[in-house]
């Protein structure tokens, strides 16, 4: 797995990473290495100096050039490559030692691609803070092979130094916020290259895991547990759920790190240990090296061999053949190389399945998910063929603050179609009350029979829904405004003018609300969708559509919290309002509250094309006149101006923010 953390001071940084207090004085000369353009363009290559490094560290390049603020000047950013457990014990404890240069290999590739892609520096502008693309890091990479445990623990710490050279040729502070978002891709793509290289090297590989690590074929959960000690101190000391707790329990079972006294005798507990285990690595090692190298196998061995191979270009061929009608796989491409072909089919599948949950998604998320379907491709071919969707306009990318994201054709055209079916609906009925007469009347009927007095946007909304002469309207309230309570008194006026009122929402707990909230009788979308599938798929059917009509027509149907409705639901619940012909279907919602299950969302695309709005604003549950405030403020996106109205009731600290917060509820009295 890959972690980052900032590396805290520079103060000893270099002996820390650097000292051969990590594995035997023949990995001395491996140690340190110099990796990235950045590190180029300051004559720096080979085995890391020292020296060289810590000044690096502290902000000194090698001219004697500064960089950043002296004594405020962040040090860099560790980024920690760790191979999953059975890896490192075969070749820690096996011995094969092309497991440690392939997986240096699929680092440093990582690494490349991410100085391309995640290299950043800050240019103020006329008093504005811009962030541009440098493509260039300075990075020290050195390799470790032990745990806190003394256990065989593969990692490779990559130093990324906080200095970057612009296009200007001036050399600046890094910005890091990319490599923190990027860290489980660039884990993916690193195992993705690795599995690549170990099945080469004639291992088989285990099911692909969360992020895109496998561990090695014949390895059990108890072998991996037998070498993983200090995996089982951080989750006995786990004291709650979550990644907090799981950084406390690391912090607080983590013992200093001891220099190994004696590589060999350290090597002879490691085998003996796998051998208790019931590992036969020796075997393992052979196995795959055999298979590595044909030449070198036995006449004996090769019948076995050769139905090996078979097989598993059986099953590659299974795994990879791809749809001949998958619009997103051309026949073409099912004629080149296995990695191209398999990265067509990840990146098919990733697409389809981000397209589950969200109508547009940034193309960093594309990447890792065609990753770590666990095919045999790499970040290149899976790029290329994201970038050949996007010349055939199978994917769109997005602009302006969306630039980085990609849709899909199909996604795009629903979105299309809902915003045709909403527009179709416009000036389409005719007005249930008079504007005037809507507003009155529903502020009597809710304070004499409900005992609520309307505010403003209450009384808009309720005028919206009673007046309109829009099928398809919206009300946007934020949370607590008020919703449904308005619908108590628009239900009534419109039970009295004779128009049934149909209520939906997305789950049977939120129709039961909706029911007990507004006392509208309800069901779940869900339901009435099926109910209605025959004339949905065959829209031209004049019988079906009648009873549409008969069982619709001329009602008011309210969706509650429309924002969790998915673009495919809201297109065919428009579109059965069209066909049903129902006097007014209402989306009640917050499109900033809730998103939808599946993907898209369509309550907030509406809003953005201009459908018949009413906005509900005011927050009816804050009791506090300064909460209300920062309520609106955070409601509106202006952030300063919220936490200036609770700057009474707030503690501002330059230390740990969670520690600080734990002490004062801890110092709270027990009594209330």
Same mark, same amino acid.
């Given at each position: 797995?890959?972690?980052?953390?900032?590396?805290?001071?520079?103060?000893?940084?270099?002996?820390?990473?650097?000292?051969?207090?990590?594995?035997? =004085?023949?990995?001395?000369?491996?140690?340190?290495?110099?990796?990235?353009?950045?590190?180029?363009?300051?004559? %720096?290559?080979?085995?890391?100096?020292?020296?060289?490094?810590?000044? *690096?560290?502290?902000?000194?390049?090698?001219?004697?050039?500064?960089?950043?603020?002296?004594?405020?000047?962040?040090?860099?950013?560790?980024?920690?490559?760790?191979?999953?457990?059975?890896?490192?014990?075969?070749? *820690?404890?096996?011995?094969?030692?092309?497991?440690?240069?392939?997986?240096?290999?699929?680092?440093?590739?990582?690494?490349?691609?991410?100085?391309?892609? #995640?290299?950043?520096?800050?240019?103020?502008?006329?008093?504005?803070?811009?962030?541009?693309?440098?493509?260039?890091?300075?990075?020290?990479?050195?390799?470790?092979?032990?745990?806190?445990?003394?256990?065989?623990?593969?990692?490779?710490?990559?130093? /990324?130094?906080?200095?970057?050279?612009?296009?200007?040729?001036?050399?600046?502070?890094?910005?890091?916020?990319?490599?923190?978002?990027?860290?489980?891709?660039?884990?993916?793509?690193?195992?993705?290259?690795?599995?690549?290289?170990?099945?080469? %090297?004639?291992?088989?590989?285990?099911?692909?895991?969360?992020?895109?690590?496998?561990?090695?074929?014949?390895?059990?959960?108890?072998?991996?547990?037998?070498?993983?000690?200090?995996?089982?101190?951080?989750?006995?000391?786990?004291?709650?759920?979550?990644?907090?707790?799981?950084?406390?329990?690391?912090?607080?079972?983590?013992?200093?790190?001891?220099?190994?006294?004696?590589?060999?005798?350290?090597?002879?507990?490691?085998?003996?240990?796998?051998?208790?285990?019931?590992?036969? %690595?020796?075997?393992?090692?052979?196995?795959?090296?055999?298979?590595?190298?044909?030449?070198?196998?036995?006449?004996?061995?090769?019948? =076995? *061999?050769?139905?090996?191979?078979?097989?598993?270009?059986?099953?590659?061929?299974?795994?990879?053949?791809?749809?001949?009608?998958?619009?997103?796989?051309?026949?073409? /491409?099912?004629?080149?190389?296995?990695?191209?072909?398999?990265?067509?089919?990840?990146?098919?599948?990733?697409?389809?399945?981000? =397209?589950?949950?969200?109508?547009?998604?940034?193309?960093?998320?594309?990447?890792?998910? +065609?990753?770590?379907?666990?095919?045999?491709?790499?970040?290149?071919?899976?790029?290329?063929?994201?970038?050949?969707?996007?010349?055939?306009?199978?994917?769109? !990318?997005?602009?302006?603050?969306?630039?980085?994201?990609?849709?899909?054709?199909?996604?795009?055209?629903?979105?299309?179609?809902?915003?045709?079916?909403?527009?179709?609906?416009?000036?389409?009925?005719?007005?249930?009350?008079?504007?005037?007469?809507?507003?009155?009347?529903?502020?009597?009927?809710?304070?004499?029979?409900?005992?609520?007095?309307?505010?403003?946007?209450?009384?808009? +909304?309720?005028?919206?829904?009673?007046?309109?002469?829009?099928?398809?309207?919206?009300?946007?309230?934020?949370?607590?405004?008020?919703?449904?309570?308005?619908?108590?008194?628009?239900?009534?006026?419109?039970?009295?003018?004779?128009?049934?009122?149909?209520?939906?929402?997305?789950?049977?707990?939120?129709?039961?609300?909706?029911?007990?909230?507004?006392?509208?009788? =309800?069901?779940?979308?869900?339901?009435?969708?099926?109910?209605?599938?025959?004339?949905?798929?065959?829209?031209?059917?004049?019988?079906?559509?009648?009873?549409?009509?008969?069982?619709?027509?001329?009602?008011?149907? /309210?969706?509650?919290?429309?924002?969790?409705?998915?673009?495919?639901?809201?297109?065919?619940?428009?579109?059965?309002?069209?066909?049903?012909?129902?006097?007014?279907?209402?989306?009640?919602?917050?499109?900033?509250?809730?998103?939808?299950?599946?993907?898209?969302?369509?309550?907030?695309?509406?809003?953005?094309?201009?459908?018949?709005? #009413?906005?509900?604003?005011?927050?009816?549950?804050?009791?506090?006149?300064?909460?209300?405030?920062?309520?609106?403020?955070?409601?509106?996106?202006?952030?300063?101006?919220?936490?200036?109205?609770?700057?009474?009731?707030?503690?501002?600290?330059?230390?740990?923010?969670?520690?600080?917060?734990?002490?004062?509820? *801890?110092?709270? !009295?027990?009594?209330?």
């Amino acid at each position: 797995m890959l972690s980052v953390a900032n590396v805290r001071s520079a103060s000893g940084a270099a002996s820390y990473f650097a000292a051969d207090n990590y594995y035997a =004085s023949a990995d001395a000369d491996r140690s340190g290495q110099w990796v990235g353009s950045g590190a180029a363009a300051l004559g %720096l290559s080979g085995e890391v100096d020292a020296v060289v490094f810590d000044k *690096l560290l502290k902000g000194e390049l090698p001219d004697g050039t500064r960089v950043g603020h002296e004594n405020q000047h962040r040090a860099g950013t560790d980024l920690t490559f760790s191979l999953p457990k059975s890896w490192s014990v075969l070749a *820690l404890v096996g011995g094969d030692k092309r497991i440690i240069e392939a997986y240096r290999e699929a680092v440093i590739e990582t690494l490349r691609w991410a100085e391309k892609n #995640a290299a950043e520096t800050r240019l103020v502008e006329s008093g504005k803070v811009r962030t541009v693309q440098t493509g260039n890091l300075t990075v020290a990479l050195f390799q470790h092979d032990t745990n806190r445990n003394q256990e065989p623990n593969l990692h490779f710490h990559a130093v /990324v130094a906080n200095a970057t050279k612009g296009a200007d040729g001036k050399w600046r502070t890094l910005k890091n916020d990319r490599l923190w978002s990027l860290n489980t891709l660039l884990n993916s793509m690193t195992m993705a290259r690795f599995r690549l290289s170990v099945e080469k %090297l004639g291992y088989a590989v285990g099911p692909v895991g969360k992020h895109g690590n496998f561990e090695a074929a014949g390895f059990t959960r108890e072998h991996v547990m037998a070498f993983s000690t200090r995996r089982q101190q951080v989750l006995d000391a786990r004291r709650g759920p979550g990644l907090e707790a799981g950084k406390i329990a690391a912090l607080d079972t983590r013992s200093a790190k001891q220099a190994v006294a004696d590589r060999g005798a350290l090597l002879s507990s490691w085998q003996d240990h796998a051998q208790a285990a019931g590992l036969a %690595l020796p075997a393992m090692v052979e196995q795959a090296q055999t298979i590595a190298n044909p030449a070198s196998r036995t006449p004996a061995s090769g019948t =076995s *061999l050769i139905e090996r191979g078979k097989a598993w270009l059986r099953d590659f061929a299974e795994r990879i053949k791809g749809n001949p009608a998958d619009p997103l796989i051309p026949a073409h /491409v099912l004629k080149q190389d296995r990695e191209t072909i398999a990265a067509a089919q990840a990146t098919a599948s990733a697409v389809r399945h981000l =397209s589950q949950r969200e109508a547009a998604f940034p193309r960093e998320a594309l990447y890792k998910a +065609a990753l770590d379907f666990g095919l045999p491709t790499t970040i290149a071919a899976v790029e290329t063929r994201v970038n050949a969707l996007v010349r055939s306009g199978d994917l769109v !990318p997005g602009s302006g603050e969306h630039k980085g994201w990609l849709t899909s054709r199909d996604a795009l055209a629903s979105e299309h179609r809902i915003l045709a079916a909403v527009e179709a609906g416009r000036d389409a009925v005719a007005p249930i009350l008079d504007s005037n007469e809507a507003g009155a009347r529903v502020k009597a009927v809710a304070a004499i029979n409900h005992g609520i007095d309307l505010n403003a946007g209450q009384e808009t +909304a309720a005028r919206l829904i009673l007046s309109s002469t829009h099928r398809t309207i919206a009300i946007q309230g934020v949370a607590g405004a008020g919703k449904s309570s308005v619908m108590k008194p628009v239900a009534q006026i419109l039970g009295e003018e004779g128009k049934e009122i149909i209520g939906l929402a997305v789950q049977n707990t939120l129709v039961q609300m909706l029911e007990r909230d507004t006392g509208i009788t =309800s069901m779940t979308l869900a339901r009435l969708l099926k109910s209605w599938a025959p004339l949905l798929e065959d829209p031209g059917n004049a019988g079906l559509q009648a009873e549409a009509k008969e069982a619709l027509g001329d009602r008011v149907l /309210v969706l509650d919290e429309a924002s969790m409705v998915s673009n495919h639901d809201k297109e065919r619940l428009v579109t059965l309002g069209n066909l049903a012909g129902v006097r007014r279907l209402v989306l009640v919602g917050d499109a900033r509250q809730l998103g939808a299950v599946d993907a898209g969302k369509p309550f907030d695309l509406v809003q953005k094309a201009g459908i018949a709005r #009413a906005d509900m604003t005011t927050n009816l549950r804050g009791r506090d006149p300064q909460l209300r405030l920062a309520q609106a403020a955070a409601q509106s996106g202006d952030v300063h101006t919220a936490l200036g109205h609770l700057e009474g009731s707030t503690i501002e600290t330059a230390g740990d923010s969670a520690l600080v917060a734990a002490e004062q509820w *801890l110092a709270l !009295p027990a009594e209330p």
